[in-house]
């Protein structure tokens, strides 16, 4: 989205390469896993008679080492 254009003023930077400049980048809010905490959550049970927790989330390697038998 563009916001704003204006021609370059000499007291800017003149370097072409220096641009598009990034004035604000969106944080991506990760669900971790809650047991582990180590990876991101690809997984989410409801009412698994394994876990306590409902909803609940798991990652890829969490999730089949305890729902997979």
Not at 2 to 17: F, G, K, V, W
Not at 32 to 49: E, G, Q
């Amino acid at each position: 989205m563009i916001r704003d254009i204006r021609l370059l003023h000499p007291e800017e930077i003149q370097n072409r390469a220096a641009y598009q400049l990034l004035l604000f980048q969106l944080k991506l809010h990760v669900q971790k896993y809650k047991v582990c905490r180590m990876y991101s959550a690809t997984k989410l049970t409801v009412n698994d008679n394994w876990i306590a927790e409902n909803p609940c989330y798991f990652s890829d390697n969490c999730y089949f080492r305890i729902n997979v038998i």
